[in-house]
């Protein structure tokens, strides 16, 4: 049983340095930001980059392991923002992994005046719609306040992802390629937002979002 567990961490660390040296490479991520994590089965123990590391530039045996309540297992220390991650862990027993970047599409949406809280990028897309669905504005918070955890608390029992102003996305998924694929695909759309402004726009009705959730049993 102990092998089969430590086989699965092994794998789980190779993956996490893997898919954060491909998001750092298309500049997803620059320098020490963002932070990765992901759930290992069996217990509540989780995988979390550690603090001040690049994600183009991982160890995995240096990867921060922690548990259930963000107590450092085995590695480095874990990044400043851990308990970004527990928050939203304990609010979604659904979630396997968590990404969160300061990539550029994104970060830029989280600065402008005027957003809608409940819902600050239209559904533009399918796929946004089906991978993201509502995206909640969490107010400015300085790194590091406990608070945002709270408040992180609060909507992720609803979200599967929020926006935190002025600083960037935090992602949920099944699994850490999940994750990832939606964090990229909300910097895509993100993208398109801002392409956009000032221009008339279609996005999807209430009718063609309820067909996406029927079709594709949408929890989001």
């Known amino acids: ?46 995988l979390l980059t550690p603090t001040n590391s690049c994600l183009g530039e991982l160890d995995p045996a240096r990867i921060s392991k922690l548990d259930g309540q963000g107590n450092l297992l085995a590695g480095d220390p874990p990044s400043k923002e851990a308990f970004l991650h527990r928050s939203l862990y304990e609010a979604r027993p659904q979630a396997g992994a968590i990404v969160h970047l300061h990539s550029t599409h994104a970060a830029a949406v989280s600065c402008l005046a005027g957003l809608d809280p409940a819902d600050c990028i239209p559904p533009l897309t399918p796929y946004f719609v089906m991978k993201i669905g ?60 801002l392409l956009l402004r000032g221009a008339p726009v279609n996005c999807l009705t209430a009718e063609q979002i309820g067909e996406l959730g029927a079709v594709y049993k949408l929890d989001r």
């Open 1 to 46: 049983m102990n092998a089969r567990i430590l086989s699965e961490e092994t794998r789980e660390r190779d993956r996490i340095v893997r898919l954060s040296r491909s998001l750092h490479e298309r500049g997803l991520t620059a320098g020490s930001s963002g932070n990765i994590s992901a759930r290992l089965s069996g217990g509540d123990a989780w």
């Open 134 to 193: 509502r995206l909640p504005l969490i107010p400015y918070h300085r790194p590091g306040d406990k608070a945002l955890g709270e408040a992180i608390r609060e909507l992720a029992g609803r979200h599967g992802a929020v926006l935190l102003a002025n600083h960037g996305p935090v992602v949920s998924g099944p699994d850490l390629e999940g994750a990832i694929y939606a964090c990229e695909e909300l910097e895509e759309t993100a993208k398109i937002f």
